[in-house]
């Protein structure tokens, strides 16, 4: 995701994690996440903060990212688009 599609996330817009490396990070561990988990957006102050759907320690916790985490997640619905597309071949 790019830094602008970033910004323009609404309240309720569903993301997935993409990618995990060292650098994702919000005051935990990289290792607290994982690649397919849906996260929904909630609001943008200073950070950009999303409700966990599947949080590996109890559900509904509250991540906080920086404009980094554009770099490591994917809007749930782009993501089924092009996973359609390509069953279709096209």
Not at 33 to 54: A, N, S
Not at 65 to 80: A, M, P, Q, T
């Amino acid at each position: 995701m790019t830094l602008e599609e970033l910004k323009s996330l609404q309240p309720g817009d569903v993301v997935v994690i993409t990618k995990i490396d060292e650098n994702l990070n919000n005051g935990t561990t990289s290792k607290d996440y994982y690649v397919g988990e849906e996260m929904t957006f909630l609001v943008c102050d200073r950070w950009y903060d999303f409700l966990r759907h599947k949080s590996l320690k109890q559900l509904g916790t509250i991540a906080h990212f920086s404009h980094g985490v554009s770099e490591y997640i994917e809007r749930k619905v782009k993501l089924v688009r092009e996973r359609k597309l390509n069953e279709l071949g096209i």
